[in-house]
C-alpha cells in the first residue's frame, strides 16, 4: 500500500527529476530584468578589488547578498543535493533555505535530508513549511520543529496558491491564513519570511503581512521557474495538463514585485528572487530595493554534478563575480551606496 508519506517523497523526487530535465520556465511573461539596465560610469573612481559585497542578514554576515532558495529534502535520494548546496553557502558565506519540511515532521526519519548545519555552521540558515498546512492541522509545534530539526536562524512560510490549485492532490484551503500567520509570529521566537514560490507578492499583500507580524518578504517573482509548469509535467491526464499549463504566464514579475514592495514598505527586510540568473540580475534587484537576491534552479543543476559542492561553488563564484564587476562600472565600492536603474532605451 502507499502511504502519504510515500506519495509525499514520490512527489519531491518528481519536483527535482522535472526541474532538471523539462522546460519548465514561465511562458508568456518575463522577470523584467532585462528591460532595466545600470547606468554604466566610465570614471568609477574605484579599485576593483576595492568593492565590498558584504552585508548583514540575520545577525550575520554574510559575503555577499545572495540566498540559496528553498529547493527539495523529505526523499532520502535528495539529502546529498541539500548537503552540496550548504557546502558552497559555507564556503562562499551565502545563505540558505532548505525545503518544505512538511514531510520530517510527519516522518522524523527523514529529518537527516534538511539537516546541514554540520556542514555550514556559520551561514543563515531558513527551515521552510508551507503556510496553507496552517489550515491543515500544523500550528506553531509544528513551525518550532521544523526551525529545531536544522537549528535555523528564522522561518519561511510559503504560499503557493496557484501551485496547490493545479497539483493534483493540492492543498487549497487558503482562507483564514492570515490570522494563523500572526499567531506563528507572536509565537515563535524566530523572525519569520513569507516567500512566494513564482509568481510574485504584491505591495497590498507584504503591507498586509507585515502588519500580522511578518519579519521579512522574500517577493519570488514570475519570470523564472514557473510551478504551474512544473505540475503540469506531473499530470496523467491531457485536461489536468491543460489547466496547469493555462496559467505559465500568470504573477507579478520579479522587478515589478520588488518596486512594488520596496516603495509600500522602505524598513523591510526584502528578498528579491524569480529568475535570478546572473549577477548583473543580482546588482539590478539590489538597484530595485532588494537587500539579497535569492537563486535556487541554477544551482540544483551542479548540486546534482558528480562533482556536487565545486560545481555549486564555480557557479555561485560567477555570480559573486559578476556582482562585483557590475558595482565596479557604476561605481559603488559597498552595497550601501546610492543605487538607481533606467528603464532600457530611457
Known amino acids: 500500500m502507499i502511504t502519504d508519506d510515500d506519495a509525499t517523497a514520490s512527489r519531491k523526487l518528481d519536483h527535482v527529476r522535472i526541474v532538471l530535465n523539462e522546460d519548465v520556465a514561465a511562458k508568456g511573461i518575463i522577470t523584467g ?9 566610465a570614471l568609477p573612481e574605484l579599485d576593483l578589488d576595492e568593492i565590498d559585497t ?3 542578514f ?46 520530517a515532521i510527519r516522518d522524523p526519519r527523514l529529518a537527516a535530508t534538511y539537516q546541514v548545519r554540520k556542514v555550514a555552521p556559520s551561514i543563515p540558515l531558513l527551515a521552510n513549511l ?45 482562507r483564514g491564513l492570515l490570522p494563523r500567520i500572526e499567531q506563528i509570529c507572536v509565537q515563535l521566537g524566530v523572525p519569520v519570511i513569507v516567500k512566494e514560490v513564482g509568481n510574485g507578492i504584491s505591495a497590498a499583500t507584504a503591507r498586509r503581512l507585515v502588519d ?12 523564472g521557474t514557473s510551478w504551474s509548469e512544473v505540475e503540469r509535467f506531473r499530470h496523467t491526464t491531457e485536461g489536468g495538463a491543460r489547466v496547469a499549463g493555462a496559467f505559465a504566464g500568470w504573477g507579478i514579475p520579479t522587478t515589478e514585485a520588488i518596486r512594488q514592495v520596496r516603495a509600500a514598505l522602505p524598513h523591510l527586510p526584502l528578498i528579491g ?37 565545486m560545481a555549486v561553488i564555480e557557479g555561485l563564484q560567477a555570480y559573486i563575480s559578476e556582482l562585483r564587476i557590475a558595482m565596479f562600472f557604476r561605481g559603488w565600492g559597498e552595497l550601501a551606496a546610492p543605487r538607481n536603474v533606467t528603464l532600457e532605451g530611457g
Open 58 to 103: 540575520l545577525d550575520k554576515r554574510m559575503q555577499a547578498p545572495l540566498l540559496i532558495s528553498s529547493m527539495t529534502g523529505g526523499a532520502h535520494d535528495v539529502g546529498r543535493i541539500n548537503l552540496a548546496l550548504a557546502e558552497a553557502a559555507e564556503v562562499l558565506g551565502l545563505a540558505m533555505g532548505v525545503g518544505s519540511q512538511r514531510s
Open 212 to 223: 500580522a507580524g511578518v519579519w521579512g518578504i522574500d517577493v519570488a517573482g514570475a519570470g
Open 273 to 309: 528572487s524569480g529568475g535570478i540568473r546572473s549577477g548583473v540580475d543580482i546588482a539590478k534587484a539590489i538597484a530595485l530595493g532588494a537587500d539579497l537576491a535569492a537563486t535556487a534552479k541554477p544551482a540544483l543543476g551542479p548540486a546534482v554534478d558528480e562533482r556536487g559542492t
Open 33 to 41: 530584468f532585462a528591460t532595466y539596465r545600470l547606468p554604466h560610469e
Open 130 to 174: 508551507g503556510a496553507v498546512q496552517l489550515n491543515y492541522g500544523f500550528g506553531v509545534d509544528e513551525c518550532r520543529r521544523a526551525v529545531e530539526m536544522i537549528e535555523a536562524d528564522a522561518l519561511i512560510l510559503h504560499l503557493n496558491p496557484l501551485q496547490e490549485a493545479v497539483q493534483p492532490e493540492g492543498n487549497t484551503r487558503f
Open 54 to 56: 558584504t552585508c548583514s
